[in-house]
């Protein structure tokens, strides 16, 4: 309540709150986040137009990513790079890929995988939702964007949880570990996100 409170006035200056929690650890995150127009162009202070497309193309591809990876190999993020309209050289790539992680836009795996970190999701959720509708999942329990996680081994269920959500929710019911949507028996072996 006290956030709404605070949100209310100064939602006219397209500023809010947002409070969500980290999907590695659970802590609760609070974000201070832009709310007008395109989010990604409200980074324009930081980043040249060009870098801001290369920051979008490989969102796109996190976010698209097969088997809701949500991440892309560097060997990809750095070809896709050549393929621009403005394109930069493998270098550039490479120390431009570095400065997103350096910003916390993205994260980067011991595999070389990049995807996106709390601070993306959060200050991204809206165009997120609405570029990438049909790839963004929500946690079934606390309904924030859940990028790593685990889901219901059934495919036709969207049943997906963060680990720290799954971890809370089955050891208030260790003697029954099903799916809170489907109630089919949870393995948590169908994992979501990149991998290490």
Known sequence: EFIN???????????????????????SVLALVNTNGDEIAQ?????????LVY???????????????YSVSSLLALSEAG????????????QLLDR?????????????????TQRSILELQTYLKEEFEEYILECTLCMDIVTRGERCQV????????LHCAERYFSAR??????????????????????N
């Open 5 to 27: 409170t605070i949100n209310e006035g100064i939602n006219s200056l397209d500023l809010e709150f947002r409070k969500s929690h980290d999907e590695e650890t659970g802590e």
């Open 43 to 51: 980074l324009a202070t930081d980043y040249t137009p060009a870098e």
């Open 55 to 69: 920051l979008r193309r490989i969102i796109e591809l996190i976010v698209t990513a097969d088997d809701e990876s």
């Open 83 to 94: 393929k621009l309209k403005s394109a930069f050289t493998k270098n550039a790539a490479e």
């Open 100 to 116: 997103f992680v350096e910003d916390k836009w993205f994260s980067k795996t011991s595999n070389g995988r990049y995807y996106l």
């Open 155 to 162: 495919g036709s269920c969207s049943g997906r949880l963060h």
């Open 174 to 195: 260790p003697d029954r570990k099903v799916c809170p949507l489907c109630s089919t028996a949870w393995t948590s072996s169908q994992k979501i996100g990149p991998t």
